[in-house]
T-cell receptor
Framework: GAGVSQTPSNKVTEKGKYVELRCDPISGHTALYWYRQSLGQGPEFLIYFQGTGAADDSGLPNDRFFAVRPEGSVSTLKIQRTERGDSAVYLC?????????????FGPGTRLTVL | AQKITQTQPGMFVQEKEAVTLDCTYDTSDPSYGLFWYKQPSSGEMIFLIYQGSYDQQNATEGRYSLNFQKARKSANLVISASQLGDSAMYFCAMREPSGSARQLTFGSGTQLTVLP
């Protein structure tokens, strides 16, 4: 079956602009995660959805970042007034459940460059 | 404090040789999961192997095995018979069930290069 897909694969924007990054999880996966990976670092947690609700958004760096998952499937990460420091690869992952063990399947990521 | 520590920024191994990638972790939870992911230059994160804190035996998946030493809080990845396609970034990660998000916490990674 299809894996996690993310669009766009690359996004170049100017400082101050608004961007949306999309994640389409594996069908039937209720848990969805957004991570941010800066150059040379491991991914860092941003936000977690269980179904439609954001169960934990403690990783969002500030109020310029927001994410939605209105129908419990596709999720959109929204960044307002982008800054150069937002440049990174944004990874989405999904899993069947968020239990003590569950494998998270990652998408290919969106590389965001803020000029 | 770092929850996951990978002390080897880069490693080299000769093709067909075995290599060990180090990972130490820090948690006060008695129940946790440890994961290893591979990230090739294409960027996607590929799940390799999982070890649960209560698992009695070290996990193995094909050429990958996990040397789990609970008392030392280490979970080193062993890759046997290295192949050129193993060249990639490798990340150790942990999930603690006490967190509401059950998110993965990653280390900073080890860049493995397999030499022909």
């Amino acid at each position: 079956g299809a894996g996690v897909s993310q669009t766009p694969s690359n996004k170049v924007t100017e400082k101050g602009k608004y961007v949306e990054l999309r994640c389409d999880p594996i069908s039937g996966h209720t848990a969805l995660y957004w991570y941010r990976q800066s150059l040379g670092q491991g991914p860092e947690f941003l936000i977690y959805f269980q179904g439609t609700g954001a169960a934990d958004d403690s990783g969002l760096p500030n109020d310029r970042f927001f994410a939605v998952r209105p129908e419990g499937s596709v999720s959109t990460l929204k960044i307002q007034r982008t800054e150069r420091g937002d440049s990174a690869v944004y990874l989405c992952a999904s899993s069947k459940l968020a239990g003590a063990y569950n494998e998270q399947f990652f998408g290919p990521g969106t590389r965001l460059t803020v000029l | 404090a770092q929850k996951i520590t990978q002390t080897q920024p880069g490693m080299f191994v000769q093709e067909k040789e075995a290599v060990t990638l180090d990972c130490t972790y820090d948690t006060s939870d008695p129940s946790y999961g440890l994961f290893w992911y591979k990230q090739p230059s294409s960027g996607e994160m590929i799940f390799l192997i999982y070890q649960g804190s209560y698992d009695q035996q070290n996990a193995t998946e094909g050429r990958y095995s996990l040397n789990f030493q609970k008392a030392r809080k280490s979970a080193n990845l062993v890759i046997s018979a290295s192949q050129l396609g193993d060249s990639a970034m490798y990340f150790c990660a942990m999930r603690e069930p006490s967190g509401s998000a059950r998110q993965l916490t990653f280390g900073s990674g080890t860049q493995l290069t397999v030499l022909p």
